[in-house]
């Protein structure tokens, strides 16, 4: 497969991915809103921070308010994470591989796009934003399941499925810094139903409230952090988004597991393996802030390898002799 095409795969998915989490962090907050207590301030600046924009909306946006960051991270064009920012982006890759992905998927991105590009021309009022969000996450999650069945289960599948895992591991993770770091409430406030509802949000945000009340039937913090960075079973968990993104990259390039070829597999590999023989002890030791911020820089740096093991430009080296050149 040509490094272009590859490309162009992995971030369709990677884009539609961020769109659907960007979706979730909003709503996230606007749950929140309902349901905290009179007189409690609306905390719409750590979903800014979360989502690494800080500092370009400061500039722009200045002082963060719900209006101001809803239209940042939905429909400003001028913004490149927005989510029509990422529609835009998804199509333009889906249209070039338009050869090489199905039909469906083509239609399903373009549906998607002209959905968010319509609601960007209208009043996002609390009614249309709840639509509007709920029409983001049922769009990418059709687009998903047309992948999976119209795309054939080979390397440009393996390319999709690595771009959306490592979006979707990113991005858990720092909706759960969020509380951690941004929302940490007072000694006074842990236990209350005050803190009940932030971390009921915060499983609601990542379609989670379900599965972990099955396995654990109550809210706790502890049980909360586990279930969302070490379970490997529930989709939106991070461990079981480094197993099938580790999947994926072994296919790719032909390894077995255990083994690696390049940097990519071996940078994933080893973060992997920090979940897979780790526990939360391991990972509040020194701060879950300072975990999950580190998780996310070599997740970056996983990022990278890849980029430079498959999508990089390569020097074409000549084989012409020195006779053939005269």
Not at 138 to 144: D, E, G, I, M, Y
Not at 183 to 206: C, H, N, R, Y
Request: a negative charge; charged letters at 25%; aromatic letters at 10%.
């Amino acid at each position: 497969m040509l490094s272009r095409v590859a490309s162009s795969i992995y971030w369709l998915n990677r884009y539609i991915e961020r769109a659907e989490n960007y979706a979730r962090f909003i709503e996230v907050n606007l749950n929140l809103t309902l349901d905290l207590p009179r007189g409690t301030t609306e905390q719409w600046e750590p979903l800014v921070a979360t989502t690494g924009d800080h500092e370009s909306f400061t500039d722009r946006c200045g002082k963060a308010r719900k209006e101001t960051v809803i239209q940042f991270l939905s429909v400003d064009s001028a913004n490149p994470n927005s989510i029509l920012s990422c529609l835009t982006a998804a199509r333009e890759n889906a249209r070039s591989v338009r050869e090489i992905i199905s039909t469906d998927m083509w239609e399903q991105v373009n549906r998607f796009y002209l959905m968010v590009k319509a609601a960007a021309s209208k009043d996002l009022s609390s009614h249309n934003l709840h639509t509007f969000l709920a029409d983001v996450k049922a769009n990418s999650h059709l687009f998903l399941g047309i992948t999976d069945a119209t795309m054939s289960h080979s390397e440009g599948w393996h390319f999709a499925r690595l771009g959306r895992l490592l979006e979707r591991a990113d991005k858990t993770s720092r909706i759960l810094d969020v509380k951690y770091f941004m929302l940490l409430p007072t000694v006074a406030e842990v236990g209350t139903p005050f803190d009940i509802i932030q971390w009921s949000a915060l499983l609601k945000s990542a379609s989670a409230l379900e599965m972990y009340y099955k396995r654990f039937g109550r809210i706790a913090p502890d049980d909360v952090a586990a279930f969302l960075i070490l379970d490997s079973t529930f989709p939106r968990a991070i461990r079981y988004c480094l197993i099938k993104s580790e999947d994926s990259l072994h296919a790719i390039s032909g390894s077995e597991h255990g083994s690696y070829q390049n940097q990519a597999e071996k940078r994933l590999g080893r973060l992997r393996a920090e979940l897979d023989f780790g526990d939360l002890e391991d990972c509040v030791a020194g701060g879950l802030h300072e975990f999950l911020d580190q998780f996310q820089a070599q997740l970056n740096r996983v990022g990278d390898a890849i980029f430079e093991t498959f999508f990089a430009p390569r020097p074409v080296h000549s084989t012409i002799t020195g006779a053939e050149a005269q």
